[in-house]
């Protein structure tokens, strides 16, 4: 999957169930969405699931923070990272999550 | 080592009652989450459980007790203090250490425990012990690790959870938060009891999750500022993620530790911080949901009070018993994740909670 299909996947899913009416240019790639409002803890999480649901990647216990949850821009940089390194896993270029997850 | 345990206990719960409709007129914009979560619970366990109550703008909760106007963290744990003195026939002087878990304080910066003794005239030493949510459990593993050592005789662990005024009413977490106090005696036991294994792992990876601050206050106990608490956007994803994890590599290290089985236990007191923690966490052992107590409907999410008030109630129930091993549980976030194997023995009990003088800010 390429950036713009990621991106447009999110920016969709953002507009149909968080911002309905809203027209899709006032959604800025680099708008804020948690000081906006626009996430808070139960979009988050919505979010978290459609990510996981679309992408077939695990959002990660502590990445969904201001880090990577930002913006729309940030996001898709996050997901593209996630799939790059499951494809590295899955040739075996990177141990498997679960041999280096942290406990707690 | 000298064989030590909870020898009394007692909770105060304070005069104030709130219900969902204090929040009646703000309903129509609540937020919810209906149609949200994976269905596939191989990702996240708790999510099976969690599913039904997120279409509730109130997440489950039905009522809360809360602080009235004139009650404060330093009353409350005070009134919970007196209480267990008095179950335990004990006098301030028979105690030589007082441990005071504040969640939170009457002021900025500076817990509880001085104040208590204060008040209480005791004279011995008084430290506070801050592992938010997880405070009481912690405290309970200090204590007996003092009488164990032989460092002190008989400790008074006080516990106050004041949330309702570190949380914005307007906020999400509000609604699901109340407030209450315990406070418990440790000391020496039989040989065989107390406590037996213990097992404990940092949280790391929820720092970030609770922002606090310092904001202007009203309340008269508070020298003009109060603890202010909100939440990340990141929280539920987070503590969703973590509490699986948690309870599982604490519990069973617990057991593991007392030399005793999972299937030994006879009643586990869980972190039921919400409508579904009891029955998400006796899902996750693997054990029997008849063998806990979710206060969750009667008092919400009392953070640290949570352990000492559920398992009080559910000594005074008939439901955990003097022979009965116990698994206590808690869970902090930015703090740590806590599981105390323990032989419950004699535990003197204190008086059944007092009922409410307010409704929702209305006297009855």
């Known amino acids: 999957m390429n950036p713009s299909d990621i991106r447009e996947t999110i920016r969709s899913w953002l507009l149909s169930e968080l911002l309905p009416g809203e027209e899709p240019e006032n959604l800025s790639d680099d708008l804020n969405l948690r000081e906006a409002g626009i996430l808070d803890s139960l979009s988050t999480m919505r979010l978290v699931d459609m990510l996981e649901d679309n992408f077939d990647i695990e959002v990660g216990v502590d990445e969904a923070g201001a880090g990577n949850f930002a913006t729309i821009n940030r996001l898709v940089e996050y997901v ?3 799939i790059s390194r499951r494809r590295l896993i899955i040739a075996g270029c990177f141990p ?3 041999n280096d997850k942290e406990s707690g | ?3 030590a345990g909870i020898q009394a206990i007692a909770s105060y719960l304070p005069r104030g009652l709130r219900t969902n409709a204090f929040w009646q007129a703000d309903t129509a914009t ?3 989450a209906c149609g949200l979560v994976h269905q596939d619970r191989s990702r996240r366990p708790f999510d099976g459980e969690m599913r039904p109550y997120l279409s509730d703008p109130f997440f489950g909760a039905v009522q809360r007790r809360v602080a009235t106007a004139e009650e404060s963290s330093v009353s409350m744990g005070l009134a919970a203090a007196r209480l267990v003195l008095q179950t335990a026939g004990l006098e301030p002087a028979d105690v030589d250490c007082l441990i005071a878990v504040s969640m939170f304080p009457d002021r900025v910066g500076c817990g509880d425990a001085a104040f208590l003794a204060r008040q209480l005239g005791h004279w011995g030493g008084a430290f506070n012990l801050e592992a938010t949510c997880a405070g009481s459990v912690s405290a309970l593993l200090v204590a007996c690790g003092l009488v164990s050592a032989g460092l002190r005789s008989r400790v008074l662990v006080v516990i106050t959870a004041l949330l309702s005024r570190a949380l914005e009413a307007t906020a999400i977490d509000s609604r699901v938060c109340g407030d209450a106090a315990a406070a418990f005696l440790v000391g020496s036991t039989q040989p065989g009891s107390g406590i037996l294994g213990a097992h404990t792992l940092h949280t790391g990876n929820t720092c970030g999750t609770w922002l606090l601050d310092a904001v202007p ?8 500022q109060k603890i202010r608490l909100r939440a990340d956007p990141s929280i539920a994803h987070v503590l969703r993620s973590s509490a699986e994890p948690a309870l599982r590599g604490t519990a069973l290290a617990a057991v593991e530790a007392a030399r005793v089985s999972l299937e030994d236990i006879a009643f586990f007191v869980f972190n039921s911080a919400t409508a ?4 998400s966490s006796a899902h996750a052992l693997g054990v029997d949901p008849a063998k806990t107590l979710d206060t969750f409907p009667r008092y919400g999410n009392i953070g640290p009070a949570l352990m000492p008030v559920i398992a009080h109630t559910a000594a005074m129930e008939g439901r955990l018993r003097s022979d009965d091993l116990v698994l206590l549980y808690g869970f902090g976030g930015q703090a740590e994740a806590v599981a105390v194997v323990l032989r419950w023995g004699d535990v003197a009990l204190g008086p059944p909670p007092d009922s ?7 006297p009855i």
């Open chain 2, 356 to 362: 409410p003088t307010q409704i929702d800010g209305c």
């Open chain 1, 96 to 98: 498997h999550p679960s």
């Open chain 2, 217 to 224: 206050s009203s309340s008269g106990a508070d020298d003009g």
């Open chain 1, 80 to 82: 593209r990272g996630k």
């Open chain 2, 1 to 3: 080592m000298i064989p």
């Open chain 2, 30 to 32: 609540m937020t919810s």
């Open chain 2, 276 to 279: 579904w923690h009891t029955a």
